[in-house]
């Protein structure tokens, strides 16, 4: 879908929420439907006096495994057929600026930055040729992971708990429409040390082939989010340290983990 490069954002004031466009440090609210008709409202708020939300409210977040081919050829993994994913549950979205918890469980947590496509028309079967009529735009995401409950039972891959704790799925600060995905790059930074950089050209699967084919399998809801899957450069956190995911076009996400 053809759009307007905008950002779009969600917020809370005053006790009640709303949304609206980022020009600058300054908000212009809007009402109406973010995915559809909106106008403005005449309000402008200053960014630093809101509280940022996710910046959808997703029925479902979708997470690529191996879906970038210089990971897969670090860690020595088969080239996959077709797209692998997991699921991120409800209460691991979490807003940015919000604190990362730590697990009660011990185990080493690890960040991993990644490219979201935010939904914005119902999908379902959908052709790769109409895919991207479907993507409203594109925000920043934190695949946070308890790495070592992965494949601590041999018998089991617990894909969905070392993936779904309480706030493991940082999301925003925008949806930026309008932008080309195959030109984006992912920045991660841990205490200000950059240790990711990696550009969205290198995916297995590209947006139009990740939203096509997943839409076979379940359908799509305006507002949900498929994370693009990471590439090299994952580590590990410790309480403190304050996590960035950056990509030009979209903005900065960050979060503190403990």
């Known amino acids: 879908m053809e759009q307007q490069q905008k950002k779009w954002v969600r917020f809370e004031h005053a006790g009640g929420i709303g949304f609206g466009t980022l020009e600058g440090d300054a908000v212009h609210?809007?009402?109406?439907d973010m995915f559809g008709s909106s106008e403005l409202t005449g309000r402008v708020f200053a960014l630093a006096g809101l509280q940022l939300l996710t910046p959808t409210e997703p029925t479902k977040v979708i997470a690529l495994w191996n879906n970038f081919h210089a990971l897969g050829a670090k860690l020595s993994l088969p080239v996959p057929a077709e797209p692998l994913y997991l699921l991120k549950t409800p209460n691991s979205y979490l807003a940015p600026g919000a604190p990362i918890r730590k697990p009660l469980c011990d185990g080493k947590v690890v960040f991993e930055g990644e490219?979201?496509?935010?939904?914005?028309?119902?999908?379902t079967a959908v052709s790769e040729a109409d895919a991207l009529d479907h993507v409203f735009g594109y925000t920043c995401a934190n695949d946070v992971t308890v790495a070592d409950i992965l494949n601590r039972d041999a018998s089991f891959a617990q894909w969905v708990r070392a993936k779904g704790?309480?706030?493991f799925c940082p999301m925003g600060p925008v949806v930026a429409t309008g932008l080309d995905p195959a030109t984006l790059t992912v920045t991660t930074l841990l205490n200000g040390e950059v240790r990711q950089n990696y550009p969205i050209s290198d995916m297995r699967f590209s947006v139009q082939q990740l939203v096509s084919l997943i839409s076979?399998?379940?359908?799509l809801h305006r507002g949900d989010v498929i994370l693009c899957g990471t590439s090299v450069g994952v580590g590990s956190m410790k309480p403190g340290s304050l996590v960035e995911i950056e990509i030009d076009g979209i903005g900065k996400l960050s979060n503190r983990f403990g």
């Open 29 to 32: 609210e809007r009402q109406g």
């Open 115 to 123: 490219l979201g496509i935010v939904i914005g028309k119902t999908a």
């Open 165 to 167: 704790f309480d706030t």
């Open 216 to 219: 076979q399998d379940m359908t």
